[in-house]
């Protein structure tokens, strides 16, 4: 089997300066989809102007935001500087939401470093005008300090509303086995199993069913370090969100948000401050509308141009 992935963009500069000439956007740009249904831009998500020019009049019932949290990516910024970065991007955000609407954060919360940058993160969104909700764990399958500590397996999601925004509540494939909770309901006994809608379990805070990405699944798109699942972006669009919503996202990387509005009737507002993750999202959904396919599991986005000019 063939296996041309990239390696980690944020990791290896030279390979992204070679990828820019390939890249339709740049600082300040936007592509409008054909379709008439998406948009991508090249932007930053802290600024308010650029992101009302993303959103073209329109507003967001929902965002779905997943900065970079991993401090290494700003070596120069303490933890009071990047949540002071954090608090710009949530506020430019918010102006682009309805009155009604609901804003998910994913946000890490490293155990070597004091659980940074999650705490101050929620320390700081307790100053705007937002109802926090929920608290989110996504299990993952591979961690680390098996040897020393407790492996870390989760992913933090954080989710906070304004208003009265729609949730529809979801549905795992998990079939309810356990039995019990018995209640009286109109003088008869009954139990959970029974009185649940659905013949398997909803998700609650905890989601345990979700796979990681990783290099053998066919989403997986390779060069990308934060790759979120597409069942979670489209979990949470879908509890979220009606159809032909505008859903809003940032921070685009590998254009999941922007799949998952694909194939679930939305319209994405999508943006990434860099070119190249910009370019990787838009071929992303070209590729899926022209193939079905939902990443490049063995080779890459950019595969017939480095193949021309040689990895080297």
């Known amino acids: 089997m063939k296996r041309d992935p990239l390696p980690r963009l944020d990791k290896n500069p030279g390979l992204r300066r070679r990828l820019l000439p390939y890249c339709r956007l740049g600082p300040g740009d936007l592509w409008t989809d054909p379709e008439g249904r998406h948009a991508v831009g090249c932007l930053d998500a802290a600024n308010p102007t650029q992101l009302r020019e993303l959103m073209g009049g329109r507003y967001a019932t929902l965002a779905v935001e997943d900065p970079p949290y991993n401090l290494a990516v700003f070596p120069r910024r303490s933890i009071t500087e ?10 430019a955000t918010l102006e682009c939401l ?5 804003l998910y954060v994913w946000l890490g919360a490293d155990q070597r470093h004091g659980f940074q940058p999650l705490p101050d993160f929620m320390i700081m969104m307790r100053d705007l005008p937002l109802a926090a909700r ?65 013949k398997t379990i909803r998700p609650g805070n905890v989601w345990v069913d979700i796979q990681q990405v ?10 990308c370090y934060a790759q ?53 999202s838009i071929r992303r959904l070209e590729r899926y509308r022209r193939t079905g396919r939902l990443g490049w599991q063995n080779t890459n986005a950019f595969e017939k141009e480095l193949q021309t000019r040689g990895k080297g």
């Open 82 to 91: 990047y949540v002071s970065w954090c608090r710009r991007w949530v506020e």
């Open 98 to 102: 309805t009155d009604d609407s609901s």
């Open 134 to 198: 929920s608290f989110v764990t996504m299990r993952a399958q591979r961690g680390y300090g098996t040897q020393k500590n407790w492996m870390a397996l989760r992913q933090e999601l954080l989710y906070y509303t304004r208003g009265q925004p729609r949730f529809l509540p979801q549905y795992t494939d998990i079939p309810k086995i356990l039995r019990g909770y018995y209640k009286e309901v109109g003088g008869r006994r009954t139990e959970n199993t029974e009185r649940g809608r659905g």
């Open 214 to 223: 990783f290099y053998r699944m066919e989403e997986n798109v390779s060069g």
């Open 228 to 280: 979120k699942p597409l069942a979670a972006m489209e979990r949470i669009i879908s509890a979220s969100s009606m159809s032909g919503d505008v859903v809003l996202d940032s921070f685009a990387h590998s254009g999941t948000t922007l799949l998952a509005c694909e194939r679930l009737g939305r319209r994405a507002r999508t943006a990434d401050i860099d070119p190249v993750y910009c370019e990787i």
